[in-house]
């Protein structure tokens, strides 16, 4: 065997171990792995919560209609606003539409959202985006079953941010997890897409 040929085998072998590798974190991520049947997620469950209005939610509240599910916190100062801005934008894009599907807002830190900080800070974005929040042991529990990463992080001025995933979690009718939802792209190819799922 020729040393080109070694270098060939050794470059392939390297490519095929990293795509393995790859697709089996992907596969994790995405709750596809070690599952007990084909379209069985990881991602998502059972929740109970307090929406912006002091009302008690679950997530059977938003069955029937798919769901766009955000975890963020109103203290955020450019994702979170960010994210809700185009969600907001892809709502008007849908236009009576907007009615047939549910977005939700998760606070990863009730601590200071509570129901009426929820409720002053959705107020700046569309009225169909729904805001929950809850004591800690229930963001737990939500930030649990999204698989969701939430850090507080002390700052100088001895306050603090949120380090957190920042993915739009995109569940059919029955809850179940569909796939990340992006927002990159035009509000009306966002709200066509969306619109497969009603």
Do not use: W
């Not at 040393?3 to 392939?12: A, G, P, Y």
């Not at 850090?151 to 941010?161: I, L, N």
Request: a neutral charge; aromatic letters at 10%; glycine letters at 8%.
């Amino acid at each position: 065997m020729t040393s080109r040929t070694s270098h060939i085998l050794l470059v392939l072998t390297a490519f095929l171990a990293g795509l393995a590798i790859f697709l089996g974190v992907f596969l994790f991520a995405t709750g596809n792995l070690g599952t007990s049947g084909p379209g069985v997620s990881a991602i998502g469950g059972p929740f109970a919560l307090v929406d912006q209005n002091g009302k008690a939610i679950t997530d059977q509240d938003f069955k029937g209609k798919p769901l766009l599910i955000f975890f963020g916190y109103t203290h955020c100062p450019d994702v979170c606003p960010t994210t809700l801005f185009e969600l907001s934008e892809m709502m008007r894009a849908l236009g009576k539409d907007a009615d047939k599907t549910n977005a939700l807002f998760v606070t990863v830190d009730p601590e200071r959202d509570t129901p009426a900080a929820m409720k002053d800070y959705l107020s700046s974005f569309d009225p169909h985006l729904h805001g929950a929040t809850g004591d800690r042991k229930a963001i737990d529990a939500a930030e649990k079953a999204y698989r969701v990463y939430a850090k507080k992080v002390p700052t100088k001025d001895g306050d603090y941010s949120m380090d957190h995933t920042a993915l739009v979690y995109l569940m059919d009718k029955q809850g179940r997890f569909v796939a990340p939802f992006s927002l990159q792209r035009t509000p009306q190819a966002a709200a066509d897409d969306l619109r497969k799922y009603m």
